[in-house]
């Protein structure tokens, strides 16, 4: 009977569409994936090259000042992308992964966003983690909205009920095709991309087929839900369509929507107004302040003197940091509403898989907002080593071509990890478990 | 006494749908939605209007409270444009949440417009925005397929469809008549969405410069058609079908296509087909292009060399010193020149290659009556592409302005001698820069985004005009029984 429900199932319309739809935009998200890789590939390898002539040039430009040659050079700090961010692209199409800067204030520099097309980002990426969470459902809900109430419809459930030795396993049977199926597909889809996207066989990768797999399971749970609830086929549709729409469109926008509007971030622009006056009034202030000011901050700068008379670079990048020192608090104000904003999505998203997979996709991708964030710390980081490096050099007038700068090289972000995919799928386990329980047991006097 | 039947019909649609328990759940629901969606997005948007206000006001004031000082150093303590939000943007907020919000201009250099709230938000906000254009897009158009697609099936499964005709109304009756009630049974959704957007309009109505009820009848008109046209869509979709189910299922495939899989695919399809360039290799291509022109930081540049012989020659003198305006803010105003003309020459080649990205959806308009809309929608309520770009290009015509007239400040009052901007030595008083204008932000004119949408609006009013006409020329093929 198997063979048959198979030719039965493998014959019907929908399974050939479904199959078609999800394989083309299956190959059209890789391919999505594998463009933006490329991309961010031909990238980095730019800023590598670029930054060895760009040091040419400006050596060349300005051989016997080194406190204007500082002035102008900017060096990299590069937040190397994952393959698996060709999974999940997230946040990092929007925010720049190559930091270039210079060792004036900093705050100025690293908040420049990257080139994208915002018609692009208002349409969304399809990528791989889309395919998953959007279209999956729906090709589940395709397959399986009339399992039970087309037999009744067409008048074959009766026969059913007399021939099957049990209804029950007849409808598992049905249902276990259909899941083996899409998860056939699934893990068609996952190897492709592996393949595709150079992706190493790591624990992320594996943590990141379970979560799709548990999403699906959900997505099946819900399914056999509406399905256990005896309506007719038409009924099925639109409950699980509105639902699908409810869990996926409307409530993602919904609680973006309440998160965004609960912390407007104003505090960003104060900050960027801040940083350039803190800056621009020490040329007008008194310079001994300034210089005591630098000085509490690096002390043991302190034997470069305070020269009060005309220009000197001391006094310049004393001036420069303590534009980014003076507008510390408007910053820390400014990170503190991205902290709540994340902490908040996080919350909400507990309780809906879709938001919580799109979240743990792009953790697991490394491509979310909080990954940004500490990518920004660290470039503070490298932005005060290189300064401290040039500090001393600039501050000694020593002679540009008495230094290595071919040691100069773009440097790398490594991110850590602290994702725990328990966590993620756990509640969608119990949401899956709780759902199943409860259509089984209600329609237990139906099964023999 | 066609009409007659028409509205008779009609009216017995609208009735019968009305009365439904599961149409008031949906309509109180719809309800609901819509007032908080108009609530908060009214809210935020106060408060961006308070906050970006406000930093503007700061940003200027202290600009003018600098002490007497160098023209230069005004030139790099710059001003901030920060990006006025159209109050329609209540309505439909389009790319405003994925675009740059604030910009630093100042001498030499370009930034770029930071602060998108894009940029600031977690993976959430990649799923789209809440607004009443998103409800009037999206939700709607379902809304309508759920209600239509059984119009004429149910008919002509109970045998009703017989009898009507039977009593002399014609199909086209019956199909006009159903269109009808639907568009009604739409009305009950689609007019409490245009109170929502008319109180803006109305409300709002003070802020300069903003056309809003202009722009809010266009967009009143663009609505009533695309719903009228997916009215008629529904019901053709339910003559044709056989049964109520393979109506429903038509319905929602195409819902699914047209409103979701086409415009993704379509964005990511221009995305794939022409890539833009990284920023790295944007600045690289302006680099090269500076110092092939002519680099005014390099200070054995061949152009700028040349330059000043031809300018010593002329004023006949020896060295630049003893020329009668100072020579660096010449040398910067020429070298700010050069620069800006390249750097506008490869945006605009960046915008074009946006642009291309865009074309394809902007073509599949003649497919894809909800791309229409949308397109419609996002340019008058001043939230589109365009809106954005013409943004940037006043940001930097501003940026230009403001740096070549610190320039000549420098030329005219700065002593040929000075050998820095550092004390207070050479300085200019500081009512020269209070007199220069702050940035003002001037919304597109509606008549130029008008033109930029004709062919969305074209298109909609042919896809009106041939499904109707298809409707009524093609009545008597639709099956009664």
Same mark, same amino acid.
């Given at each position: 009977?198997?063979a048959?429900?198979i ?8 399974v ?15 391919s999505t994936?594998?463009?933006f ?11 590598i090259?670029?930054?060895?002539? @760009?040091l ?5 430009f ?9 002035? #102008?050079?900017?060096? $990299? ?5 994952r ?10 199409? %929007? ?22 097309n915002?018609?692009?980002?208002q ?17 589940i809900?395709?397959?399986?909205f ?11 459930w009766?026969m059913?009920?007399? @021939?099957?030795k049990?209804?029950?396993r007849f ?6 095709m ?17 393949i ?6 790591t ?9 799709s ?5 959900f997505?099946?749970a819900?399914?056999?839900f ?14 699980l ?19 965004t ?5 104003g505090?960003? #622009? ?9 800056y ?7 310079k ?6 630098f000085?509490?901050h ?30 510390k608090?408007?910053?820390e ?15 909400i998203?507990?309780f809906f ?10 953790d697991?991708?490394?491509?979310s ?16 080593k290189?300064?401290l490096?040039?500090?001393p050099?600039v ?5 540009? $071509? ?17 994702? $725990? ?11 899956? %478990? ?9 329609n ?5 | ?10 009216k ?11 149409l =008031?759940?949906?309509?109180?629901v ?7 969606v ?5 809210q935020?948007?106060e ?10 006001? !700061? ?6 409270n600098?002490p007497d000082?160098h ?11 920060? +990006?006025?939000q159209?109050p ?6 389009g ?6 919000n ?11 417009? &930071? ?8 993976g959430?906000i990649?799923?789209?925005? =809440?607004?009443i254009?998103m ?17 004429i ?16 109304? &014609? ?14 049974i739409?009305c009950l ?10 109180s803006?309009?109305?409300l ?8 809003i ?12 058609l695309?719903f009228?046209l997916? /009215? /008629? ?9 056989e ?7 038509? *319905? ?5 296509l ?8 379509a964005? *990511?399809?221009g ?14 291509a ?36 003893e020329?009668?305006?100072n ?8 070298g700010?020149?050069?620069t800006?003309?390249?750097?506008n +020459? !490869?945006h605009?080649?960046l915008?074009?290659?946006? +642009? ?17 809309v949308? !397109? ?11 809106t954005?770009? &013409? ?7 501003? +940026? ?19 050998k820095g901007? !550092? ?8 009512? =020269? ?18 033109s &930029? ?9 042919i896809?009106?005009?041939? *499904? ?14």
């Amino acid at each position: 009977m198997y063979a048959l429900l198979i030719t039965q199932f493998l014959r019907s319309k929908t399974v050939i569409l479904a199959f078609g739809i999800v394989l083309v935009l299956g190959v059209l998200s890789i391919s999505t994936g594998k463009q933006f890789l490329n991309q961010k590939q031909v990238a980095v390898e730019k800023t590598i090259a670029h930054q060895k002539k @760009h040091l040419e040039t400006q050596l060349s430009f300005h051989k016997d000042d080194i406190g204007l040659l500082s002035y #102008y050079i900017k060096f $990299s700090f590069i937040n190397p992308v994952r393959p698996l961010a060709g999974i999940s692209i997230g946040q990092s199409d %929007v925010n720049s992964h190559i930091q270039s800067v210079g060792i004036v204030a900093l705050e100025g520099q690293k908040h420049n966003t990257d080139l994208v097309n915002p018609m692009r980002l208002q349409v969304g990426n399809l990528d791989f983690s889309f395919l998953i969470i959007f279209l999956f459902p729906l090709v589940i809900i395709a397959l399986t909205f009339n399992l039970l109430s087309e037999e009744e419809e067409i008048g074959t459930w009766k026969m059913i009920t007399i @021939h099957a030795k049990s209804t029950f396993r007849f409808l598992l049977l049905k249902l276990s095709m259909r899941l083996l199926f899409v998860f056939g597909v699934m893990i068609l889809l996952f190897l492709a991309a592996k393949i595709i996207l150079d992706i190493p066989f790591t624990g992320d990768f594996m943590a990141m087929c379970i979560l799709s797999s548990c999403y699906i399971l959900f997505w099946f749970a819900l399914c056999l839900f509406v399905v256990f609830l005896r309506k007719s086929s038409n009924t099925n549709a639109i409950v699980l369509l509105a639902s699908w729409l409810v869990l996926v469109v409307f409530l993602p926008v919904l609680v973006n929507n309440y998160i965004t509007n609960s912390y407007p971030i104003g505090e960003a #622009y104060t900050m960027a107004i801040k940083q350039r006056d803190a800056y621009h009034e020490k040329w007008d202030t008194d310079k001994i302040a300034t210089y005591e000011k630098f000085y509490a901050h690096y002390p043991h700068l302190r034997k470069y003197g305070m020269e009060t008379e005309g220009f000197n670079w001391v006094w310049y990048y004393a001036m420069q940091q303590l534009g980014d020192d003076d507008s510390k608090e408007e910053r820390e104000a400014m990170y503190a509403k991205i902290k709540k904003r994340e902490l908040l999505s996080r919350k909400i998203a507990r309780f809906f898989p879709p938001l919580k997979v799109q979240l743990s996709m792009n953790d697991i991708a490394k491509t979310s907002l909080t990954q940004h964030v500490d990518f920004l710390d660290a470039t503070t980081k490298f932005h005060e080593k290189i300064r401290l490096d040039l500090y001393p050099k600039v501050f000694e007038k020593q002679d540009p $071509s008495s230094i290595a700068w071919e040691k100069y090289q773009p440097e790398f972000f490594k991110p850590t990890n602290e994702f $725990s995919l328990g966590k993620s799928i756990v509640p969608m386990l119990l949401i899956v %478990v709780l759902l199943v329980g409860f259509s089984v047991f209600r329609n237990l006097k139906y099964f023999s | 006494m066609k009409a007659q039947i028409v509205i008779l019909i009609a009216k017995q649609f609208f009735k019968k749908t009305f009365n439904s328990k599961g149409l =008031l759940v949906l309509w109180c629901v719809f309800l609901m939605a819509l007032a908080y969606v108009t609530i908060t997005g009214w809210q935020a948007f106060e408060e961006q209007h308070h906050i970006i206000g406000h930093h503007q006001e !700061e940003s200027r004031a202290s600009w003018d409270n600098n002490p007497d000082k160098h023209p230069h150093r005004m030139a790099h303590f710059g001003s901030f444009a920060f +990006r006025e939000q159209h109050p329609l943007r209540i309505f439909d907020s389009g790319i405003e949440n994925y675009t740059g919000n604030a910009v630093f201009l100042e001498a030499h250099q370009q930034n770029t417009a &930071n602060f998108s709230q894009v940029s600031l938000s977690t993976g959430l906000i990649r799923f789209g925005d =809440l607004n009443i254009a998103m409800l009037l897009q999206i939700i709607l158009p379902l809304i309508i397929f759920f209600v239509g697609y059984a119009s004429i099936t149910s008919e002509r499964m109970n045998g009703t469809l017989k009898i009507i005709y039977l009593q002399g109304a &014609n199909m086209k009756a019956i199909l006009l008549g159903k269109t009808l009630g639907l568009f009604l049974i739409t009305c009950l959704f689609f007019i409490p969405a245009l109170v929502a957007l008319w109180s803006i309009s109305f409300l709002e109505h003070d802020i300069i410069n903003s056309q809003i009820a202009t722009r809010s009848t266009y967009i009143t008109i663009a609505y009533t058609l695309f719903f009228m046209l997916l /009215c /008629c869509i529904t019901v053709i979709i339910s003559a044709t079908s056989e049964n109520s189910n393979k109506a429903l299922l038509s *319905v929602l495939g195409l819902w699914l296509l047209l409103f979701i899989i086409i415009p993704k695919t379509a964005q *990511v399809l221009g995305n794939y087909l022409y890539p833009n360039p990284s920023k790295i290799e944007f600045r690289t291509a302006i680099e090269e292009e500076v110092s092939k022109t002519g680099d005014s930081h390099n200070p054995d540049d061949p152009y700028f060399n040349k330059l000043r012989d031809s300018v010593l020659s002329v004023h006949k003198v020896t060295d630049v010193k003893e020329l009668p305006f100072n020579y660096s803010g010449f040398i910067m105003s020429k070298g700010e020149k050069q620069t800006a003309l390249i750097y506008n +020459r !490869e945006h605009k080649l960046l915008i074009d290659k946006y +642009r291309d990205q865009n074309s394809i959806a902007k073509n599949l308009v003649w497919l894809n009556p909800y791309l229409a809309v949308k !397109e419609i929608s996002m340019g008058l309520s001043s939230t589109d592409f365009d809106t954005y770009v &013409n943004f940037l290009s006043q940001t930097e015509a501003y +940026r230009y302005k403001q740096s070549q007239y610190m320039n000549e400040l420098q030329m005219k009052y700065i002593s040929n001698k000075a050998k820095g901007s !550092e004390g207070k030595v050479h300085v200019i008083d500081s009512s =020269l820069w209070k007199s220069f204008p702050d940035f003002k932000y001037e919304y597109i004119s509606i008549s130029d985004t008008l033109s &930029n949408k004709l062919m969305a609006i074209v298109v909609l009013i042919i896809w009106l005009l041939l *499904v109707v006409g298809g409707m009524l020329l093609f009545s008597n093929r639709f099956k009664i029984s």
